[in-house]
């Protein structure tokens, strides 16, 4: 069955620091696709970055980093020296090929950028 | 850059009461669905809607629920009689043809139901 992990509830840091959320997922699928999303405060969720199962480069786009791992069955996300703007909750997601086009989202992090 | 499109973006309602929230998808999806989010807790998958059908559904969307394509752009969720437990926000996506490519959220409509 489907099933997204993130581990962490809550994650405080400050300002300039980094940090890495973690994602881990279960799939029954050799073709499937994950994602990051963020929900800021105002509710919309917020597409950052779409990775399909046969594409384990990881990924930069200015202070974000994904690493995906499908040994370990990860995609964790690292915001580079963080702002306070970043403070949001993030989502994880899961989208299976051959198992309908729904997607199972991990239970999210919250994470506050602390100025 | 296309938006799926969500109105309203708040709706507040009586238990018992009908609703029905609408969405715009992206003009050329073919796959579209319907998700809830109770304050403070995941994302949840409602329904897809492929062919002017369910395509698949999960066990919340009971016959409480029923969705619609009444026109070429409309895509609505009802809600028949409504409970404090709908209260949530609700998010309408579509997505390409091709599978996984494109999937688009729109910007919730918040249920609150008093």
């Known amino acids: 069955a489907q099933k997204v992990t993130q581990a962490q509830t809550e994650i405080s840091v400050v300002e300039k620091e980094d940090v890495t959320l973690d994602c881990v997922y279960e799939?029954?699928?050799?073709?499937?696709?994950l994602f990051w999303y963020k929900q800021p405060p105002s509710g919309e969720l917020v597409f950052l970055i779409r990775?399909?199962?046969?594409?384990?480069q990881n990924e930069i786009s200015g202070r974000y980093s994904w690493n995906f791992q499908k040994s370990t069955s990860s995609f964790n996300f690292t915001i580079t020296a963080s702002q306070v703007v970043v403070s949001a909750v993030y989502f994880c997601?899961?989208?299976?090929?051959?198992?309908?086009?729904?997607?199972?989202f991990g239970p999210g992090t919250r994470l506050s950028v602390l100025p | 850059e296309p938006e799926v499109t969500q109105t309203p973006s708040h709706q507040v309602t009586q238990m018992g009461q009908e609703v029905i929230l609408r969405c715009v998808p992206i003009s050329n999806h073919l796959y579209f669905y319907w998700y809830r989010q109770i304050l403070g807790q995941k994302v949840e998958f409602l329904v897809s809607f492929y062919n002017n059908e369910i395509s698949e559904k999960s066990e919340i969307f009971d016959d409480q629920f029923s969705v619609e394509r009444p026109d070429g752009s409309n895509f609505t969720l009802k809600i028949r009689s409504t409970k404090l437990e709908d209260s949530a926000m609700y998010f309408c996506?579509?997505?390409?043809?091709?599978?996984?490519?494109?999937?688009?959220f729109g910007s919730g409509t918040r249920l609150t139901v008093v």
């Open positions: 997601a899961l989208s299976e090929e051959n198992y309908g086009q729904n997607f199972v």
């Open positions: 996506a579509s997505s390409e043809p091709i599978r996984g490519r494109g999937y688009t």
């Open positions: 990775r399909n199962s046969f594409d384990e």
């Open positions: 799939t029954r699928d050799t073709t499937y696709y």
